[in-house]
C-alpha cells in the first residue's frame, strides 16, 4: 500500500529558510499536497503540485518534486514565528483519499 | 476554494452514548466524503469513504457498526459514534471531493 514519510522534527531561527522532506512509494501518484496544522486546528492547504512537475513556487513558498526519488520537499524563505506548526505532505492517486505522512513540527525560533 | 464545514466543532459525552457529526460541502455537491480520524500527535487516518446514495466503504480496522455513516445528499454526510468509548476520543475530520479535497475544520470527540 502506500506509505509517505517525513521527519518528525525541525528547529530553525527566525529569519531562515526551513526544508522539510517527504518520501512516498506510489509512483501512481497524481497530486502531492502540504498542509499545515496549527495546535487545535483543522487543515489549511498550503499548496500542491502535479506529478509532472518538478517545482512550484508560491510567493515564500517552494515546492521541489523528484519523481524518480519520489521524494518531496517544501522549502519555506524568510521563516517566521507564525510558521510554527505542524506539516503534513500528502499524496492522492485518482480520486482516492489522501495518505498523509505523519507530519514535521516546525519550531521557529526568535 | 470551496467550503466545507463541521458540527459540532467540539463535543464532550459520556461513555455508551452516540455522537453524531454533520459534514456539509457550502458551496459544492461532493459525491464523495472521506472520514479521517487524528490521534493526538499522530497523523491523520482514513476511516471510510462515503458516497452518495450507497454505503459507505470502511478501512481495514475500522468498524461499520460503530461508526455509522450517512450521506443522503450530494452536501451532508454524517458520522455516528455509536456507543462512545475512551479511546473513541480523537479529532475527526471530513473532507468533500471536487476536483481536489477540501477538509472541514473538525470536530474534537472527548468521551468521558
Known amino acids: 500500500g502506500e506509505d509517505v514519510e517525513q521527519s518528525l522534527f525541525l528547529s530553525v531561527r527566525e529569519g531562515d529558510s526551513s526544508v522539510i522532506n517527504c518520501t512516498y512509494t506510489?509512483?501512481?501518484?497524481?497530486?502531492l499536497y502540504w498542509y499545515k496544522q496549527e495546535p487545535g486546528a483543522g487543515l489549511q492547504l498550503l499548496t500542491y503540485?502535479?506529478?509532472?512537475?518538478d517545482m512550484k513556487q508560491d510567493q515564500r513558498l517552494t515546492v521541489l518534486l523528484n519523481k524518480k526519488d519520489k521524494h518531496l520537499s517544501l522549502r519555506i524563505a524568510d521563516t517566521q514565528t507564525g510558521d510554527s506548526a505542524i506539516y503534513f505532505c500528502?499524496?492522492?492517486?485518482?480520486?482516492?483519499?489522501?495518505?498523509f505522512g505523519s507530519g514535521t513540527r516546525l519550531q521557529v525560533q526568535p | 476554494g470551496a467550503v466545507v464545514s463541521q458540527h459540532p466543532s467540539r463535543v464532550i459525552c459520556k461513555s455508551g452514548t452516540s455522537v453524531k457529526i454533520e459534514c456539509r460541502s457550502l458551496?459544492?455537491?461532493?459525491?464523495?466524503m472521506f472520514w479521517y480520524r487524528q490521534f493526538p500527535k499522530q497523523s491523520l487516518m482514513l476511516m471510510a469513504t462515503?458516497?452518495?446514495?450507497?454505503?459507505?466503504?470502511?478501512e481495514q480496522g475500522v468498524e461499520k457498526d460503530k461508526f455509522l455513516i450517512n450521506h443522503a445528499s450530494l452536501t451532508l454526510s454524517t458520522l455516528t459514534v455509536t456507543s462512545a468509548h475512551p479511546e473513541d476520543s480523537s479529532f475527526y475530520i471530513c473532507?468533500?471531493?471536487?476536483?481536489?479535497?477540501?477538509f472541514g475544520p473538525g470536530t474534537r470527540l472527548t468521551v468521558l
Open positions: 458551496d459544492f455537491q461532493a459525491t464523495t
Open positions: 503540485i502535479f506529478s509532472n512537475m
Open positions: 500528502a499524496e492522492q492517486t485518482g480520486r482516492r483519499a489522501l495518505t
Open positions: 473532507s468533500g471531493f471536487l476536483n481536489e479535497q477540501f
Open positions: 462515503s458516497n452518495e446514495g450507497s454505503k459507505a466503504t470502511y
Open positions: 506510489d509512483s501512481s501518484s497524481t497530486y
